[in-house]
């Protein structure tokens, strides 16, 4: 089966510029999250899709990050204004049987 | 509050010989464990979990890990280790829903 797609692989942009990141999970999977992954940590749960209903976005910064999953399968996450502090891989995965399946991330550069 | 620890940041190790990883974990109740490795440039991919039943678990790529309730660690081994085994390995504790994970592990392996 085709995996998590992501897209695009590697975006920089200047401070306070905006950004936008999309996620296709695998074909079935109604459960979509979102991770950031600071250099040198784990990754760090963003928010957290069942469908197109938000399970838990807890720990997304609210004002500057928003996400949707409007039909339920494809997920856009989006930075406005980002900030030096958002550099980072952006994980997107979904969830099947045997646990998260995850894409290849997105590498974000903010200078 | 569950959480995470990888006690080694980084470990280097010879081809062809043994690997243990080492992983503890603050969990409530029985967790949920697993293992990813992320090679540089791309998503996590699951090495294995522990639900219930068996203690140690068998995995993709030779790996094996085995939970230790006592000592609240679910440490990953591998008898012989490949360079194609050089990457970063996580450790993830919670549910499927809530996921936490430690800040990983580098291996390097000599030739």
């Known amino acids: 089966e085709a995996g998590v797609a992501q897209s695009p692989r590697y975006k920089i942009i200047e401070k306070r510029q905006s950004v936008a990141f999309w996620c296709n999970p695998i074909s079935g999977h109604a459960t979509l999250y979102w991770y950031q992954q600071i250099l040198g940590q784990g990754p760090k749960l963003l928010i957290q899709f069942q469908n197109n209903g938000v399970v838990d976005d807890s720990q997304l910064p609210k004002d500057r990050f928003s996400a949707e999953r409007l039909k339920g399968v494809d997920s856009t996450l989006k930075i406005q204004p980002a900030k030096l502090e958002d550099s980072a891989v952006y994980l997107c995965?979904?969830?099947?049987?045997?646990?998260?399946?995850f894409g290849p991330g997105t590498r974000l550069t903010v200078t | 509050a569950q959480s995470v620890t990888q006690p080694d940041i980084h470990i280097t190790v010879s081809e062809g010989a043994s690997l243990e990883l080492r992983c503890n974990y603050s969990?409530?109740?029985?967790?949920?464990l697993f293992w990813y490795v992320q090679s540089p440039g791309q998503g996590l991919q699951l090495l294995l979990k522990y639900f219930s039943g068996d203690t140690l678990v068998q995995g993709i790529k030779g790996f094996e890990a085995e939970f230790k309730r006592s000592q609240s660690s679910f440490n990953l081994r591998k008898p012989s280790v490949h360079w194609s085994d050089a990457a970063e390995y996580f450790c993830?504790?919670?549910?499927?829903?809530?996921?936490?994970f430690g800040a990983g592990t580098r291996l390097t392996v000599k030739p």
């Open positions: 995965a979904s969830r099947g049987i045997f646990g998260q399946y």
């Open positions: 993830a504790v919670g549910e499927q829903n809530d996921m936490r």
């Open positions: 969990y409530g109740a029985t967790p949920y």
